[in-house]
């Protein structure tokens, strides 16, 4: 609260047609402004009294736009961005199996996973992404990528017992993670969150040495859980356990545990997870895409669950596109509760912002739209034909707006797009690399090259 | 196929990265180019022999598009466009009878459908429709639309037994529709469709004049079927019989039925229509938004059925947006199937071109990029980073593209819009008029003024 006769000075105000801050749950604030001072928002406040008080280095005119949080990506692969409509209309398993997993043994290096990571960012960044949630071998190389574009992230220190080129064993790949983080842990806009891959590849002894290590480093984990109906069943006639009760019996399962698809919950499970203050990341595209099921978001969010929303890999989706999950969740969750009041535009908005946010324990840094937090801001033009007319700001922007329709971006008070170019980043170069690896990968993989039919 | 050493003239030669024409399935023509003389494609042939052999008025230059059918939108409601996100997250009938009907009550005239429609028509262009299905009052306002903005449309004879502004009754309704059809018949760009609005509210004895009428006139119908649980239940409760039943008794369902939604269909349903010959129109997003349901399409198309996609108004959408709903239509069904295989890329590119065109009866005409057809293409731009790398195009324009990526986009050869700039619409007159709209429903419906929080 600004006390309403002093004066703020501020390195930039941006004049909105409306701010929607996402707390408190459910505000448009028509006709407001957002005053950003270094890397933190600093007043919001109606127009009018904005331009009373306040002294702005730089004032910016978007009288035709909604003023967001940036939206936070709760679960991605960003360096698999080069892989991209690889192969698509397969089975999991195929996919995996003949395509994704031959594809990386052949060229993921830490050349290939900056190269992904900053085409990733770049998309995210255009598309009003201002925060991921990473889950990749070589995170240093994702951390640098993302240094370099300006966004923010949280990288995952990855474990999955099998070697790859990035690491030969589960001790290996805790080593390397932890060396990541003690060469990272010093920059603002980067944090850390356990990344055990999945139950199915990961071992009990394992599982606790990360439950270990959460705690010490205070961070949260994530896995893949109950992705498939596939996993369950080898669960239980593995081990006699739904996977979710194995990792209750470790003791991960609490408020610092982020359940990635959760695609499968029988009602327990749900009662189980919302008690012990978990979370889940859900990626409704790639749970579509690759058959694995409709997660119970409607019944999720019912029990108080914190739910936040990832896009997966762009193998698997094959968007980096928040904005498009925002609203595939909010339609598949009326369908699936045959409630077309379930996951109402507000609550999409909160789950794709500050629901992912807490999932990350950043809550107190992002999500919202509030004075004192980071300015990772994301405007929306409102003034497109496709988004006319206009009822509700909130309602346009998971229905019917698009990533298209970004302009404005800032992480940490900084401009990174502007009426959707790139400030930072070097977009052609972006591209070129993403080519080069094209034309490596396809060679390859002889793909790339589609059937040629002689004209009829 | 043209003689090898003729040589063409053309007034435009369109020479793309890849032409996919639909027809045959599955083809990708890397390096090809489609020439345009007077409303037709005249040929389609390698880049390089295109040259060789072609004289044209024109050479566009889009070495990083893929060019495809324009897209055919098999069922909307255009005019709605005007109550865009009017009224979200509510249960079906709450959305129709307290909001959707008494709008409508209020508001629609000739001057309402004529402005929603351009507002449509913008739409559409813009993102790749040459051509739609309407199904809405005044159909001779949305007629007019249409060819002030150049779009191909099918313009619905309409009937509910119930009066409104537009007609008393029945027989009105038939009177006017019939009276529309005579006025615009001679409109190359336009033809019709018999357009009951659904079994629950048409009668026999209209549906069996429809049917009469179909068969005189030589056009085909459509009707909302089956779209909820509750439709089906009340059909039951009242003559003992699922509308579709109903439908078949009085002879309508064959080649030129198209029943919209068909969400609900029993197997035997399904080869019933498929072995009629009767398409369906599926619209995921509206299904999901009205939480209707999942049609079983997969299902539908094993069984051989003709299935195009139509976006529905964009009060319960909120798009007229078929890039989108062919890659929401691609991802459900792979879910509903369980099944990843279900529905590839070519399946839903052919669904919202010439799938839809069949059902309409133009597939001579439109649907394709086949020598002889109308014109109608769209070009999208590969070359963004969102669409980076690129190892298969049908994958991208199906799972990573947007409307946004349109560049370029003809009808009946005619170019409509060059690099996203529409050439016949003011665009800007027409976000005007829908902005008047806005203030006028606004105020009656005391919407549109969503609530002003104090900041904290």
Redesign the interface.
Known sequence: ??EANTSISADTVIEAR?VIPVE?Y?????D?SVAITGDRIT????RAEMRRRCKAGRTLDLSTHALIPGLVNLHTHAAMT?M???S?????MD?LEKHIWPTEARHVSAQFVYDGTL?AC??ML??GVTCFNDMYFYPEMAGRAALDSGIRAVLGIVLIEFPTAYASDAQDYLRKGLAMRDELKSEPMLSFCMAPHAPYTVSDRSFEQILTLSEQLQIPINTHLHETRDEIRQSESKSGMRPIARLEKLGLLGPGFIAVHAVHLEPAEISMLAGLGASVAHCP?S????????APVGAMLSAGMNVGIGTDG?AS???L?VFAEMR?A???A??A?????????HVALRMATLNAAKALGLEQKIGSV??GKCADLCAVNL?S??L?????????LV??A???HVSHVWVGGKLLVEEGRLLQVD?KA??RK??E??SR??ASNQ???????D??
């Open positions: 609260m600004q409306c408190p459910g505000a448009v604030l028509n407001h007043a919001v406040l109606p080069l991209r409509g690889l698509d209309d397969l089975r999991l996919w085409l770049t998309e255009r598309g595209s749970n579509l895409k690759l058959a694995s099921g409709i762009a989706n094959n968007r596109d595939l909010a339609l598949l009326k369908a509760s045959e409630d077309a009041e379930t996951l109402p535009s509030e004075t003034a034909i496709e006319s007319p206009c009822y509700d700001p909130a309602s346009h229905y019917a698009g990533r298209e977009e972006v591209a993403a080519i690896w094209q990968i396809a793909v790339g090259h589609q059937s040629d039919h004209q009829r």
